[in-house]
């Protein structure tokens, strides 16, 4: 079993930031493109940021200019900072190569940006 572990979530209010790590097996990490999901309440699964193994990042339109992907190989980890958190942000976080491999979804990581 392929354990990806999330974490930094939490409760912040609108403006504020937040980190996510993301630590994955060595044979993942190394080999594919890793990327952050999201999941709001009712909503599909969605792909916010991606980093390759040559540091080449993308961002899905929602979160340009606010989020930034980040990795360290010496960790075997990824980051997600994400600053001027908006409402729209709260959702379950999770990592995982891209395109998504059913067995390697974590538990996730909830963020709720409230006031």
């Known amino acids: 079993q392929v354990q990806i572990v999330e974490s930094g979530g939490g409760l912040v209010q609108p403006g504020g930031s937040l980190r996510l790590a993301c630590a994955a097996p060595i044979f993942i990490f190394r080999f594919y493109v890793m990327g952050w999901y999201r999941q709001a309440p009712g909503e599909q699964r969605e792909l916010v940021a991606s980093?390759?193994?040559?540091?080449?990042?993308n961002y899905a339109d929602s979160v340009k200019g606010r989020f930034t992907i980040s990795r360290d190989n010496a960790k075997n980890t990824i980051y997600l900072q994400m600053n001027n958190l908006k409402p729209e942000d709260t959702a379950a976080y999770y990592c995982n190569v891209v395109p998504g491999q059913p067995d390697y979804w974590g538990q996730g990581t909830q963020v709720t940006v409230s006031s």
């Open positions: 980093i390759s193994s040559g540091e080449h990042t």
